[in-house]
């Protein structure tokens, strides 16, 4: 396509692209701000909520422009090219950025360095790592981390990360012990992989490769795999590459690679009945699969279980008690709250049973969505959405970077509820801002369903209203 309207498009993502810059820009000049030596309450909070928002806004734009491109066929190479470097350099500039508001990493950093040095960091409890009852390399890794051990949240918790993590974690203190930069650099290697392998599905599904923008200038990625360096940018390569292979008709390396994404966060389990559901004919490699995944998991299992469980269990502590930045799940809680004991079930923890619920109908639905045989490559992908969105909605944590566990899915099936996390999660920092003001339950009262209901409605109207529905079609490059 040629002349005016080829120019306009053309414009248009050079307005994105210098919008999406230069919020990255603000980043890197005000992040800051929000370093170790400020208090939450003298931090610009709510004005870095607001500059999130408008990226969002800006991101918006992105699903029109790549359905009006793909549709005017202008998703030549040179245009695929140009978003790949934008992305790229969006990334990178995350990397001269203070992490805002978040302190997993420091996590990341001590348990690299325990597991590097040969050590169980199932064993460590942060807090305890410089007593005398340590083992004196422990110690001795206490004192190299300085004041990355201080900063390590809830130090009282031994690790909740499985082997898969850790192994992720030492490779970036083998690179540079204890240095952020040293694992935003391993996490940037799994990010390109996991673009790579956007690129290969898009290609099996038939959509153009130009969807995989949607994931690639994503401001809710860059915030939570480069500023924050969360670890879903080591798991959602290996959860695409497992429907790849699956794509592929390779069961077998496809359970394995399953097994190794379960070794990085556990939830991808969720997956499996999928990934070997053509294996019901073939039963001897069925038998197989499992076997080799079951190793996998007693493997990834065997430290943990080492350890032991008890109240510094971070597993423990995760199954029991977190329930973060969810509106659904604290109003599903006080409903089971008010009708237990009417029903005789006083001594029942209401908080358990909506766990169990949730982690029973989503084991239903992997199930469920696996029944039926799978019609290519399309079917596999929609498939694995379908599963993972419900997670994503239903999850009693809802953390930002949670949003990501879907956002690599975005590519095949922009469901604009979906979409529009990127205008409506970063409310979630404003909890920041009136937690320091003692005013919280603001947040859980009201500002959290203002990020969530707008992600249901949509959904529902995508649902039931045509003109929105078409958004989700599965005729290729027709969304």
């Not at 991101?59 to 005017?72: D, K, N, P, T, Y």
């Not at 709250?337 to 009417?342: F, T, W």
Request: glycine share 6%.
């Amino acid at each position: 396509m040629n002349g005016p309207a080829h120019r306009k498009l053309l414009a248009a993502w050079g307005a994105v692209a210098a919008g999406l810059l230069a919020m990255a820009g603000l980043l890197v000049g005000q992040s800051h701000r929000f370093g170790y030596d400020h208090r939450v309450i003298d931090m610009p909070v709510l004005a870095f909520a607001g500059a999130a928002i408008l990226a969002g806004v800006i991101f918006l734009a992105l699903v029109w422009l790549v359905r009006e491109s793909v549709a005017r066929r202008a998703d030549g190479r040179l245009l695929i090219g140009f978003v790949v470097v934008v992305g790229m350099i969006l990334r990178l500039m995350m990397f001269a950025t203070e992490p805002v508001l978040e302190d997993d990493y420091q996590r990341y950093l001590w348990d690299g360095a325990v597991t590097a040095n040969g050590l169980n960091p199932y064993a460590v409890v942060p807090a305890d790592a410089q007593s005398s009852r340590q083992a004196p390399e422990i110690v001795a890794l206490a004192t190299k981390a300085g004041p990355v051990l201080r900063r390590v949240n809830h130090p009282d918790l031994r690790t909740i990360y499985p082997p898969v993590a850790q192994l992720a974690f030492a490779t970036a203190y083998q690179v540079a012990p204890f240095q952020l930069q040293a694992w935003r650099a391993v996490c940037l290697l799994f990010d390109v992989a996991t673009l790579g392998l956007i690129f290969l599905l898009l290609g099996e599904v038939g959509r153009s490769l130009l969807w995989a923008t949607l994931y690639w200038w994503n401001p809710l990625v860059l915030k939570e795999l480069f500023n924050s360096a969360h670890t879903e940018a080591v798991l959602m390569p290996l959860v695409l590459g497992a429907i790849y292979l699956a794509v592929r008709h390779r069961q077998l390396a496809s359970t394995v690679v399953l097994a190794l994404a379960v070794g990085v966060k556990i939830w991808p389990a969720l997956l499996l009945p999928l990934v070997i559901r053509p294996l019901l004919a073939k039963p001897w490699r069925l038998a197989l699969a499992l076997i080799l995944f079951l190793l996998l998991m007693v493997l990834w299992t065997l430290p943990v279980v080492l350890a032991g469980f008890d109240q510094t269990s971070g597993f423990v502590a995760y199954a029991e008690r977190w329930k973060t930045n969810s509106a659904l799940f604290p109003a599903l809680e006080g409903l089971a709250e008010a009708v237990l004991p009417a029903v005789g079930l006083d001594d029942l923890a209401p908080g358990r049973l909506v766990r169990g619920m949730i982690a029973v109908g989503l084991a239903g639905l992997a199930l469920a969505v696996a029944v039926k045989p799978m019609d290519g490559a399309r079917d596999i992908v929609c498939r694995a959405a379908v599963i993972v969105g419900a997670l994503v909605l239903f999850s009693p944590a809802q953390f930002p970077w949670y949003s990501i566990w879907f956002l690599v899915f975005l590519p095949f099936y922009p469901l604009l509820g979906f979409v529009v996390l990127a205008v409506t999660l970063p409310l979630y920092y404003t909890a920041f801002h009136l937690m320091a003001r003692d005013q919280f339950d603001l947040y859980k009262d009201g500002i959290v369903w203002m990020i969530w209901l707008p992600v249901w409605g949509l959904l529902l109207m995508e649902l039931v209203w045509p003109n929105l529905r078409q958004w989700a079609r599965r005729a290729p490059d027709t969304i």
